[in-house]
């Protein structure tokens, strides 16, 4: 993969371009990972795909310094400016074959709001544990309103309060087990709650409506994959299920014996033949 730099205001978007196909597979990582989380399908689908992957802000190699919002429009600017055509001519303005979006977890809340922004641009969508499919109450309480972001920001700043209240709801079960073990893992490091608050409140802008984009999947008949793990805890298949309700016949749902971790080199051949059949 090459790698390039985006100028966006005060910041720079760090990106990967790999591949030499004439068709764009636009990679979309996951909270906390970054481009390199797609380094490996590149062999795979070289051949057949131009891959572009993005560091989004406060991952990876991008250096943002424009505050705690990263604005959905700048992202469709900076991917029509980069992505490259099939002669080479880096402006994707007049790129005419339509783009694939690979997204995995939070990247692909990112994708599924792309195809409400640009939805002639995109004929397919392969989304692996996708957030987005949902809007849990605590991450909307936390990103969507000024209380609770404040709330949010106090929580990550004095978590002693919260780990007194996430203990009681253990002993009495009313959290299972595997959201326990996750929201410790993000609030026990000083480090972690910290890029938990910086990188939760910078992307709160990407926030796809999902009514519209069925009508946009069954108006432009793009096609769609949902890859769960069955173990997983935190993104729940049952999500999916219910999206792709009325419109099953573009929208296809595999379950994989797995927990969240569906970006892997073990699922290489279930990731290229999604993308390419």
């Not at 029509?80 to 002669?87: M, W």
């Not at 792709?244 to 080199?265: F, N």
Request: proline fraction near 5%; aromatic fraction near 12%.
């Amino acid at each position: 993969m090459h790698h390039g730099y985006y100028p966006l205001n005060n910041s720079t978007i760090h990106y990967s371009l790999g591949g030499s196909g004439s068709r764009l597979l636009i990679c979309l990582h996951g909270y906390g990972e970054s481009a390199a989380s797609f380094d490996f399908i590149e062999t795979a689908l070289g051949n057949h795909f131009t891959l572009l992957a993005i560091d989004f802000p406060f991952h990876g190699d991008t250096e943002w310094k424009d505050g705690l919002y990263f604005e959905p429009r700048d992202l469709v600017e900076m991917l029509l400016t980069i992505a490259p055509r099939p002669d080479g001519v880096a402006d994707a303005r007049s790129h005419t074959p339509p783009w694939t979006l690979l997204g995995y977890s939070m990247g692909g809340r990112i994708a599924l709001h792309l195809l409400e922004l640009i939805p002639d641009r995109i004929d397919r969508l392969v989304l692996l544990a996708p957030d987005g499919l949902t809007m849990n109450p605590w991450y909307w309480l936390a990103t969507q309103t000024v209380a609770g972001n404040r709330l949010f920001r106090f929580t990550m700043d004095h978590p002693q309060w919260f780990f007194t209240l996430l203990r009681a709801a253990n002993r009495l079960k009313w959290v299972n087990p595997g959201i326990y073990k996750f929201t410790h893992r993000y609030v026990d490091d000083d480090r972690v709650r910290h890029e938990l608050y910086t990188r939760w409140t910078t992307m709160r802008g990407f926030r796809p409506r999902l009514a519209t984009i069925r009508n946009i999947i069954l108006a432009q008949k793009i096609t769609v994959f949902l890859f769960y793990g069955r173990y997983d805890r935190i993104i729940l298949a049952k999500r999916g299920e219910r999206f792709r309700h009325g419109i099953e016949a573009q929208c296809h749902l595999r379950l994989l014996p797995m927990g969240h971790q569906l970006l892997q080199p073990g699922n290489l051949d279930m990731i290229v033949t999604a993308v390419t059949s």
